[in-house]
């Protein structure tokens, strides 16, 4: 059968591109905007990543001069349903009587660089640039907390406290505790200190110390759950409650 004109045509024409198909250039922005705006929302309302610069957590969290700073996972979602415990890693906003910062980083003037340094502070890659603080709880709202029994404990609400996550920098010991007169803890607000005792500034002292150390429980941000960074420092993050029981 001969071919006609329109079957030699059809036959010899190239092919055309194929229409309404979208390049893979675009298609791969639009997955790596899609995780980072996942990531973004994610760390803004469920978990986050912190850095840990700060010693006053020490050997709980690795935060020092020298040495690898530890990444924490925060969860965000915890307190929303429950309560905060005696016991607990927790970070938080800083209130208004407090001065130093467990998270500082410099602010670069450079536009492109504080945009970059922002956005590793939402991922974790740096610390954040806010009065943001890591603390654990000692006493609660309504409860009586000083310092110290014959043995230098803690004593809230008249018993002494169990803390096996206290940490005493050499030449230090417990003898060393600074005492502190009966504080009753405020509602809604929290007693919280440092694991290493000898070098953080807690409720102790800051904002004067006394009732104005406290931390509002509306600013806790949520609690400390692991350490995600280095890997060799994988770990659930203790939240040992001091306090016996009856």
């Known amino acids: 059968m001969a071919s006609s004109p329109e079957d030699f045509e059809d036959a010899s024409a190239p092919d055309e591109p194929e229409r309404g198909r979208t390049p893979v250039w675009?298609?791969?922005?639009?997955?790596?905007?899609?995780?980072?705006v996942l990531t973004v929302l994610i760390q803004a309302f469920v978990v986050r990543v912190y850095v840990i610069p700060s010693a006053s957590m020490e050997n709980t969290l690795h935060g020092c001069t020298g040495c690898e700073n530890d990444r924490v996972l925060v969860d965000k979602i915890t307190y929303r349903f429950g309560d905060i415990e005696a016991g607990e890693v927790v970070v938080f906003r800083g209130p208004e009587a407090w001065t130093s910062n467990d998270f500082r980083a410099a602010p670069s003037t450079n536009p492109v660089a504080g945009f970059v340094q922002n956005i590793g502070s939402l991922l974790g890659i740096s610390p954040a640039n806010e009065r943001d603080f890591v603390k654990r709880v000692i006493a609660l709202p309504g409860q009586t907390v000083m310092c110290c029994d014959e043995q230098h404990r803690v004593v809230v609400d008249g018993?002494?406290?169990?803390?096996?996550?206290?940490?005493?920098?050499?030449?230090?010991?417990?003898?060393?505790?600074?005492?502190?007169?009966?504080?009753?803890?405020?509602?809604?607000?929290?007693?919280?200190?440092?694991?290493?005792?000898?070098?953080?500034?807690?409720?102790?002292?800051?904002?004067?110390?006394?009732?104005?150390?406290?931390?509002?429980?509306?600013?806790?941000?949520?609690?400390a759950r692991y350490v995600v960074f280095p890997k060799d420092r994988w770990s659930v993050v203790s939240d040992h409650n001091p306090q016996p029981l009856g």
Do not use: C
């Open 26 to 36: 675009r298609e791969i922005l639009y997955v790596v905007m899609t995780a980072v």
């Open 159 to 223: 018993k002494s406290l169990d803390e096996p996550y206290v940490h005493w920098q050499q030449g230090t010991s417990p003898a060393d505790h600074e005492p502190f007169e009966p504080i009753r803890v405020p509602d809604g607000r929290l007693f919280v200190m440092g694991d290493n005792r000898m070098n953080s500034t807690d409720s102790r002292k800051q904002g004067g110390g006394g009732v104005a150390g406290t931390v509002p429980v509306e600013n806790v941000i949520g609690k």
